[in-house]
């Protein structure tokens, strides 16, 4: 339900074929949609402000302890061992598709370790399967951006293009022949990537005690801090006053998400993907006249869409078992 919501929301805008607006209601600047980080900002930065606020009146304590267990232990890699292995190739192949594919990485990643691990209430409360895969998505997520640019001069994300723009003005093209005219710098930014990983490694683990002494901060002063750096984070991204107001918006919504609990991991997926499936859907309907059985004649995607029906009827058949044997215990009593 909630990457339905998502799906509506990343229809918000200006129609890619026919130009038309849809969903704008006269406001100007929803002509260019909503953005995936006011949005992300406001469920995950404000909306966590909001729902700790509640938590924390008369009942949380300031973090007073000492840094112990700093490597993950034995049971640690055991636990972690599969999410990264997933994370990994979920964060790589999603990483090539443009428009996002790390931050979309992250949120599959999350949501597939929820669904593989047999504790999932454990899932927001530490739960280290919960941090190795989407981490590990997000890495190789980062890292398989390079693939498109490198090797076709297709940037995958913002920074991508910018990397673009920089090679660009240095003389150099982007493409198939890029290795073999230009390998010092190919090969210089795979090994900058080593260099990149060991040097965080180095910087991290010694200053990890200061990282946490975020969390010995008097509420009372964390939580305006947060708040102030979430706004002008999405403030700094466009200049633009009206993402502040989505910000606050989906700050709220994302506070009552929780409280019903409903998951916001989705609805940003929906959100990510809504504009590609829109613009894949109508090209491959204009192929085909109108008519929908394009999806069928081809194997590829008809395995897909085989696939996705089965996805979604495990949990409905699920659900329908649990039902059923709960009637039967019922009538049995």
């Given at each position: 339900m909630m990457a339905c919501v998502g799906l509506l929301l990343s229809f918000i805008g200006l129609d890619n074929i026919s130009g038309f607006e849809r969903f704008t209601y006269g406001f100007a600047t929803l002509e260019d949609g909503i953005g995936l980080v006011p949005v992300a900002v406001g469920i995950f930065g404000l909306g966590e402000v909001l729902s700790n606020i509640e938590e924390s009146i008369g009942k949380r304590e300031i973090f007073q302890t000492k840094i112990s267990n700093l490597l993950p232990n034995r049971r640690d890699w055991k636990d972690s061992a599969m999410p990264i292995t997933r994370g990994t190739v979920f964060g790589f192949l999603l990483g090539i598709l443009p428009g996002g594919g790390h931050v979309l990485a992250s949120f599959a990643s999350y949501a597939i370790e929820k669904r593989f691990s047999k504790h999932p209430?454990?899932?927001?409360?530490?739960?280290?399967?919960?941090?190795?895969?989407?981490?590990?998505?997000?890495?190789?997520?980062?890292?398989?951006?390079?693939?498109?640019?490198?090797?076709?001069?297709?940037?995958?994300?913002?920074?991508?293009?910018?990397?673009?723009?920089?090679?660009?003005?240095?003389?150099?093209?982007?493409g198939p022949l890029l290795i073999s005219r230009s390998p010092d710098l190919f090969w210089g930014?795979?090994?900058?990537?080593?260099?990149?990983?060991?040097?965080?490694?180095?910087?991290?683990?010694?200053?990890?005690?200061?990282?946490?002494?975020?969390?010995?901060?008097?509420?009372?002063?964390?939580?305006?801090?947060?708040?102030?750096?979430?706004?002008?984070?999405?403030?700094?991204?466009?200049?633009?006053?009206?993402?502040?107001?989505?910000?606050?918006?989906?700050?709220?919504?994302?506070?009552?998400?929780?409280?019903?609990?409903?998951?916001?991991?989705?609805?940003?997926?929906?959100?990510?993907?809504?504009?590609?499936?829109?613009?894949?859907?109508?090209?491959?309907?204009i192929m085909s006249g109108g008519s929908f059985s394009i999806f069928l004649n081809r194997p590829l995607s008809a395995g897909f869409i085989l696939?996705?029906?089965?996805?979604?009827?495990?949990?409905?058949?699920?659900?329908?078992?649990?039902?059923?044997?709960?009637?039967?215990?019922?009538?049995?009593?």
């Open positions: 209430e454990k899932f927001g409360q530490g739960a280290i399967e919960g941090v190795a895969g989407p981490e590990s998505a997000n890495n190789a997520g980062a890292g398989g951006q390079f693939i498109p640019l490198l090797t076709l001069g297709i940037p995958a994300s913002p920074v991508m293009a910018l990397m673009l723009g920089a090679l660009v003005i240095f003389g150099l093209q982007p930014v795979i090994i900058s990537m080593y260099i990149g990983n060991i040097m965080l490694l180095i910087l991290n683990l010694p200053l990890i005690g200061l990282w946490v002494h975020v969390l010995r901060v008097p509420y009372p002063i964390l939580f305006p801090l947060i708040v102030l750096f979430c706004l002008i984070g999405v403030y700094s991204i466009s200049n633009n006053i009206f993402d502040v107001f989505i910000m606050v918006l989906f700050g709220i919504i994302g506070y009552l998400m929780k409280k019903v609990r409903f998951e916001a991991a989705p609805m940003l997926l929906g959100m990510v993907l809504g504009l590609m499936m829109e613009d894949a859907l109508r090209q491959s309907l696939a996705a029906i089965i996805l979604l009827a495990i949990p409905a058949v699920r659900g329908g078992k649990k039902i059923l044997f709960s009637k039967l215990a019922e009538i049995e009593e």
